[in-house]
């Protein structure tokens, strides 16, 4: 987009009427831009669909102080300095998630205050609101707008195991994201995959266990995206739409059936709680 013109003007009439050193003028033109749009928050998680107003991150095992929760993103379609957006964790985030996060001004990034060791399990999720204001040295002329953020915390009594046999981990492994979609349609939940292992099988000796090369566990944890939480392995839900035989059964044909995700030979894949 210019900023700037340069216009040659030319006075059209007799030449008796005008002095031919006086007939033409250049005027410079500067386009000077209006701070007529607000920040858009971007969200591009494969959950979007079910959750439209927050943005969901989760907590692993391990994670220290300091280390990336994830990043927030608002974009502004004004120009220069009237687009250019800055980040603050709102007043009306709860006092203890204040103490747990910190949010960076320039790059939206999401960060921790303490490592999850120090972290209980009881206190989650943490429910954030975040904040994106354009032009944000001229606060008489900005645009500020808030969107809410859900952090939840993987335990192992939210992880789930789908068994796939006959086919290894590195095949499973690339078809991860189709996987979570499959999961999610028959579902209703949003469907993450935490990491796909070999299974254990009993080793040729007789001693148990060994990691198989034809056969792969893939851990899940499913979050409801109507409280934007993650759920129990033991919780109604999750018994109802994924661990019950009527849930494995249409889970089965979809992965093997209808969405041909993954080859599992005589629908010899298996979900069970961890």
């Excluded at 709102?90 to 960076?104: K, L, Y």
């Excluded at 944890?221 to 059964?249: C, F, G, H, M, W």
């Amino acid at each position: 987009m210019m900023t700037s013109y340069t216009v040659t003007m030319r006075i059209n009439t007799l030449s008796a009427f005008v002095n031919k050193d006086k007939q033409t003028s250049v005027v410079e033109v500067q386009v000077q831009d209006k701070n007529d749009n607000s920040p858009e928050w971007q969200r591009t998680g494969d959950y979007r669909d079910l959750v439209r107003d927050a943005f969901l991150f989760t907590l692993s095992p391990g994670l220290a102080e300091g280390e990336l929760v994830g990043v927030l993103e608002a974009r502004d379609e004004d120009s220069g300095e009237l687009g250019r957006v800055k980040y603050e964790m709102s007043p009306d985030t709860e006092v203890r998630a204040r103490s747990v996060f910190r949010v960076n001004k320039e790059t939206g990034e999401l960060s921790l205050r303490r490592s999850v060791e120090e972290l209980e399990e009881t206190e989650a999720p943490w429910r954030l609101v975040i904040g994106a204001r354009d032009n944000p040295d001229n606060p008489g002329d900005s645009n500020y707008v808030k969107t809410s953020v859900v952090v939840n915390l993987v335990t192992e009594d939210s992880l789930v195991v789908l068994t796939v046999k006959n086919t290894g981990p590195e095949e499973v492994e690339a078809k991860v994201g189709e996987l979570e979609a499959v999961m999610r349609d028959q579902t209703g939940l949003i469907v993450e995959v935490s990491r796909v292992v070999g299974s254990l099988v009993e080793a040729e000796n007789g001693t148990c266990c060994v990691e198989s090369e034809t056969g792969a566990d893939v851990w899940f944890y499913a979050i409801d995206p109507k409280t934007q939480e993650i759920l129990s392995v033991n919780s109604s839900t999750v018994q109802n739409t994924i661990v019950s035989r009527a849930a494995q059964t249409s889970i089965r044909y979809t992965i093997t059936g209808q969405r041909g995700v993954m080859s599992c030979p005589n629908h010899e894949c298996l979900v069970v709680p961890r």
